[in-house]
Structure formats: C-alpha cells, structure tokens
Nanobody, 125 residues
C-alpha cells in the first residue's frame, strides 16, 4: 500500500522558515518524480516545486523561486521542501505527490500518482 506522509507544517511570522518532509512507502521511491502542491482556501490547487528522478532536476513556480528548495533523500524515501522568507500569501495546505515519470512528464494525478493528506502552513504578518 502506497503511503505519503507529510510533516513539518506550522505557524510562522513573515520572513520565517519551515522545512516540510514527505515520507514515502509502498512503492519504488527513487524512480518517481516528486512534487509539492498547495491549496489556499477558496483558491485552486497549484504546483509549487518538483524534483525528477535520476537527474534530480527541479522545477519551481515563479512565486517561490529563490525562496523554496526541493530535495530528495532516496536512502530514506523522503522528499523535503525548505521554505525560507515566508510570506502571508504562502499560507495554504501543502501536499506531497509522487508521480509516474515518463522521461519528460510527471503524471501526478491518479491512477498514476499518489498524494499525502497534507500539512498546514500559516504565515502571519
């Protein structure tokens, strides 16, 4: 059974930092692309960052470039999202996703992908 468990969320003030973790089990972790998504109340879900297997190339949404860093530690089946210089607009539920990697595209939606339950990040001004 595939499981993704996020942790590390919390409440911080503007300019603070948090590190989110996503522990994966139940599948071959190091062949999947991994991503972080977020959804704020009343808004659509958006992709924040992704990291691809093998090359460990990364993608970042423009809104987090230079502030967030995604990384993966295959030996622990864990993906991280280091978030620095947090802003109130970063407030959202953050979700980890594991996707099937085609070599050029990451299929994160079911039935090819798996999602965690989310961890809340709240940034106050």
């Amino acid at each position: 059974q595939v499981q993704l468990v996020e942790s590390g969320g919390g409440s911080v003030q503007t300019g603070g930092s948090l590190r989110l973790s996503c522990a994966a089990s139940g599948y071959t972790y190091n062949t999947n692309c991994m991503g972080w998504f977020r959804q704020a109340p009343g808004k659509e879900r958006e992709g924040v960052a992704a990291i691809y297997p093998g090359s460990n190339n990364t993608y970042y949404d423009d809104s987090v470039k230079g502030r967030f860093t995604i990384s993966r530690y295959n030996a622990k089946n864990t993906t991280y999202l280091q978030m620095n210089s947090l802003k109130p607009e970063d407030t959202a539920m953050y979700y980890c996703a594991a996707g099937a990697w085609s070599g050029s595209y990451c299929y994160a939606e079911p039935p090819f992908g798996y999602w965690g339950q989310g961890t809340q990040v709240t940034v106050s001004s």
